[in-house]
C-alpha cells in the first residue's frame, strides 16, 4: 500500500530535549515537506526536499532542521524544542503530475506538546 | 508573501442542500489544488486544476480555476454527513521546479443529517 508513515504519533516533551519526528514514504517520491498545522493558522510548510541532499527552508523554518540522505526518509529534528512547537506536525511526499503539478501524499500527523 | 483566503471559515448545512466554499488570493498560481482533511487525519488530495478557467467534476464536487488563475471555487451538490471535513485549497508557485506550497486557512464543513 503506497503510504506516508510517521513517528511517533504523538508526543509529550520538555523545553530543550532533542526529539526527531521520522517520516518515510513507498512511493519513490522525489519530493518531500514538513508542516505544520496551528489554529487559525492552516498549515505551514517548514522545510522540504526536492531530491537527497538537497533541502530549502518553508515558511516557518526557525527552531527545525531536517536531513534528506535517502529518498525515502525525511527526519525532522527539533535540537532544543520550545512551548511554541507545540502543534500538529505532517510530513508530505509529492511527485511531478505530466500536467506539470505537484501533488502531495500526507501522513498521518505527529501531535507534538513541548511543556 | 502570498497568501490564500478561503471562505466561509465555517459552514453548517443540512443534508440535501447545496454549497459554495471559495479561495482568494492576490497572487497568480501555477496549480491549485482542494484537500479534504477529517479531525485526526492528515488532508487528502482532491483535485489539482492548472489550467485558468478549467472545471474538473468529481462525483458530486465541481471545482473551477479563475481565468486568471489567482482563485478558485469547491461546489458540492446534495451535500452528504461523509462530506463533513476541513477543506484546504493550496496553491503551488512552482512549475518547472519545485517550490513552496501555500495553504489557505480552511473551511470547515459540517453536514447535519
Known amino acids: 500500500e503506497a503510504q506516508v508513515t510517521q513517528n511517533p504519533r504523538y508526543l509529550i516533551t520538555v523545553t530543550g530535549k532533542k526529539l526527531t519526528v521520522t517520516c518515510s514514504q513507498n512511493m519513490n517520491h522525489e519530493y518531500m515537506s514538513w508542516y505544520r498545522q496551528d489554529p487559525g493558522l492552516g498549515l505551514r510548510q517548514i522545510y522540504y526536499?526536492?531530491?537527497?541532499?538537497?533541502?530549502d527552508k518553508g515558511d516557518v523554518p526557525e527552531g527545525y532542521k531536517v536531513s534528506r540522505k535517502e529518498k525515502r526518509n525525511f527526519p525532522l529534528i527539533l535540537e532544543s524544542p520550545s512551548p511554541n512547537q507545540t502543534s500538529l506536525y505532517f510530513c508530505?511526499?509529492?511527485?511531478?503530475?505530466?500536467?506539470?503539478?505537484?501533488?502531495?501524499?500526507f501522513g498521518p500527523g505527529t501531535r507534538l506538546t513541548v511543556t | 508573501t502570498q497568501l490564500l483566503e478561503q471562505s466561509p471559515q465555517f459552514l453548517s448545512i443540512q443534508e440535501g442542500e447545496n454549497l459554495t466554499v471559495y479561495c482568494n488570493s492576490s497572487?497568480?498560481?501555477?496549480?491549485l489544488q482542494w484537500y479534504r482533511q477529517e479531525p485526526g487525519e492528515g488532508p487528502v488530495l482532491l483535485v489539482t486544476v492548472v489550467t485558468g478557467g478549467e472545471v474538473k467534476k468529481l462525483k458530486r464536487l465541481t471545482f473551477q480555476f479563475g481565468d486568471a488563475r489567482k482563485d478558485s471555487s469547491l461546489h458540492i451538490t446534495a451535500a452528504q454527513p461523509g462530506d463533513t471535513g476541513l477543506y484546504l485549497c493550496a496553491g503551488a508557485s512552482g512549475r518547472t521546479s519545485y517550490d513552496k506550497v501555500i495553504f489557505g486557512p480552511g473551511t470547515s464543513l459540517s453536514v447535519i443529517p
Open positions: 497572487s497568480v498560481f501555477s496549480s
Open positions: 526536499s526536492m531530491n537527497v541532499e538537497v533541502t
Open positions: 508530505a511526499s509529492s511527485f511531478l503530475t505530466s500536467g506539470g503539478a505537484y501533488e502531495q501524499y
